[in-house]
DNA sequence: GTTAGCACTCCCCTAATTCGAGTGCTAACA
DNA sequence: TGTTAGCACTCGAATTAGGGGAGTGCTAAC
């Protein structure tokens, strides 16, 4: 049998696809046949249906019911759809503006935008912090026992600590430690920051002074980002009730927890960055998602990239008849959407 | 009528209380004969009941059904409870200490700890800073464009912001600012900061350039809390699913929702916080809770204060058969988790 | 290759039925 | 007067039975 789909096959797929869309129902031949550009009756529809089905692209949730899309045939439409899609997502990559100061505020926004524009969940990552430089540090005496340190890296992410000492510090001394850190840390990208280059600086400081070292490491430990705490904004988890195949109790009730604890969507989102150089979208249809508990659903995820390399994820997870276009369209309407936002601040 | 009630109508009401809290589901007047200690039989407690549903205690869901406690006997049953565990809360109040710097994380940790415990919905809303002072004000040049305002408050809360200059700004003059801001505004509580001490450390600054201003607004900015922007963390919000009563599915939707947005929340912990002088524990029965879609529920709240009048808020909502008491002990372990959560920290 | 026709399948919906927990009442008893 | 046993009655929940109908697969004709 020839696995490759002829162009009627094709639209078959593709008008089931959409009716199970709106519908959620298994749709028939009938209700096929009566689609607009296809002027063939249903007897015919059902031979086409027959082949679909044992080719995979569809399925039968029992017999005498109507057919409902497989993975297999949402993969197909998603890569088709993709096809003509794809260029206007690449615009999404660059529009975010470093405006770093508010952004928790703004990604909360996106999140809730997303969400009631799509009818799906949406959840947003805090872009990290690959790749960005140091720009500035200093420590300053906020009284005899209490030093606070200030990093500020080349995207004006401020970033600060609270340093508690055992013993006194001189005026002196953090001058000189100031200059030091400085001198050494000034345009070092923060991930090359590490263990060896703070005992280097130990080192340099000159003085085994445990109030130094215990400083540096503050100051190390300030810079450093913490790779395991990503933060992610999720809104619209409520969202899933709309679609009945996702809402029974305990489906419900684990989905919203997952989106509840945001831990498993941290790992996909991490594993998705890094896997591919892809900074477009992915889509997920249902075994194809690691998430266990996220079997039923499909989430689509594209990455954004501020300037001066922080990355981010935006992500939709619906059901697996999931208006794939509309939730495209929707990342598009974003970028207006922040582009506004970030207008409206100074 | 005697609307009082006799020992014996309590004992009863009572253990309707606690026979509904663990099934969920209408007591018929045979469980209760069985009950421990009442020796009577289950025609005599069909009389006593047809008492306390004649007083409003508890009401049948339909007729031949068994009875379930109203709203009334509920709370009935909370104000004798609280008569004996009201002292026990007292000591959670200040029990934390200002660890303001990792706060966030611990307070999520709460939410969650105290979450699993009761198996209720969890919330715990971020200390409001009432009444602490400045500290230590610097403003540093990050480059000749920028500066950074970096203002300490004698709790320990770091807030800083990023200044965009439209001029240069000598060195002598950021020398300038920083004594007028720290003579000026050390000591001072936050909330005093308004417009006007600005408009007179402005006239104070002696300078009429704008970037001064600029300056001075932005620090304010920096230094003002946001009353609006009460952060809370939330947890187990699913756990609504396993109060069958709870769980269909349009309201399981806008409880979880409530729980996802928590603008209400924030506003009926705003309301509390401030109604009373109450730094205790507060109780909202089902009609009496304020927030509409949680109606069906019961929410407990108690007030915790961290050194120098930091205020926050740990609520537990749930359904109104809640184990009020097993609520009340799980605040009391929360000072243990808490106790130990801060000790492993430096 | 397409279509009409038809028997067959199987889910869904509704109505009817049963089941049982629980009540309210009455009458008897201490 | 308060307590108890007994009993008829009520009403929701669970079960069952039976159309109804959408949809299929197959066959035969065009």
């Given at each position: 049998?020839?696995t490759?789909l002829?162009e ?6 593709k008008?089931i ?5 709106e519908?959620?129902?298994p749709?028939g031949?009938r209700?096929?046949s009566?689609?607009?550009d296809l002027?063939?009756s249903?007897a015919t ?5 027959s082949?679909?089905?044992?080719m ?6 029992h ?13 197909l439409y998603?890569d088709?759809?993709?096809?003509e899609k794809?260029?206007e997502i ?5 529009l ?10 703004i990604l909360k926004?996106v999140?809730k935008v997303?969400?009631s524009n799509?009818?799906y969940a ?8 690959s790749?960005s430089?140091?720009?500035f540090i200093q ?6 026992q209490q030093l606070?340190a200030v990093?500020v890296t080349?995207n004006n ?5 609270i340093i508690?000492l055992?013993e006194e510090m001189?005026?002196?001394t953090i001058l ?7 001198t050494n840390?000034?345009?070092?990208p ?5 263990l060896g ?10 003085m085994h002074?445990s109030?130094?070292a215990t400083?540096?490491d503050?100051?190390?430990a300030?810079?450093?980002v913490?790779r ?5 904004y999720?809104?619209g988890?409520?969202n ?6 996702l809402?029974?109790k305990?489906k ?6 997952a989106?509840e ?6 790992d996909?989102?991490k ?8 900074t ?7 075994e194809?998602?690691?998430i266990?508990t ?5 989430v689509v995820?594209a990455t ?6 922080m990355k ?11 208006d ?6 929707s990342?598009?309407?974003?970028k207006?959407?922040?582009d506004n936002?970030?207008k409206?601040k100074?």
């Amino acid at each position: 049998m020839d696995t490759r789909l002829d162009e009627r096959k094709k639209k078959i797929l593709k008008a089931i696809i959409r009716t199970y869309m709106e519908t959620g129902e298994p749709v028939g031949s009938r209700t096929i046949s009566k689609y607009a550009d296809l002027n063939v009756s249903s007897a015919t529809i059902r031979n086409e249906m027959s082949d679909l089905t044992d080719m995979g692209y569809i399925v039968q949730p029992h017999t005498s019911a109507g057919r409902i899309p497989s993975d297999k045939g949402y993969r197909l439409y998603v890569d088709e759809l993709m096809k003509e899609k794809e260029e206007e997502i690449a615009e999404i990559r660059d529009l975010m503006i470093a405006q770093t100061d508010k952004m928790d505020k703004i990604l909360k926004k996106v999140a809730k935008v997303l969400a009631s524009n799509t009818n799906y969940a949406a959840m947003v990552t805090v872009p990290q912090y690959s790749g960005s430089k140091v720009k500035f540090i200093q420590l300053s005496r906020v009284n005899p026992q209490q030093l606070v340190a200030v990093v500020v890296t080349d995207n004006n992410v401020i970033r600060n600590q609270i340093i508690e000492l055992d013993e006194e510090m001189d005026d002196e001394t953090i001058l000189k430690l100031n200059l030091l850190l400085n001198t050494n840390l000034n345009g070092v990208p923060i991930q090359d920051i590490n263990l060896g280059m703070i005992a280097r600086l130990k080192e340099q400081a000159g003085m085994h002074s445990s109030v130094v070292a215990t400083v540096l490491d503050a100051v190390a430990a300030t810079i450093s980002v913490d790779r395991d705490d990503m933060e992610i904004y999720t809104s619209g988890a409520t969202n899933i009730f709309k679609y009945p195949e996702l809402a029974d109790k305990s489906k419900a009730s684990e989905l919203i927890s997952a989106f509840e604890e945001k831990q498993e969507l941290a790992d996909l989102v991490k594993e998705h960055m890094s896997d591919s150089e892809n900074t477009g979208l992915s889509v997920y249809i249902g075994e194809e998602m690691p998430i266990k508990t996220m079997r039923d659903c499909s989430v689509v995820t594209a990455t954004y990239e501020l300037g001066k390399g922080m990355k981010g994820t935006i992500g939709i997870i619906g059901p697996k008849r999931m208006d794939y276009e509309n939730v495209v369209d929707s990342l598009k309407s974003l970028k207006v959407q922040l582009d506004n936002l970030l207008k409206n601040k100074t």
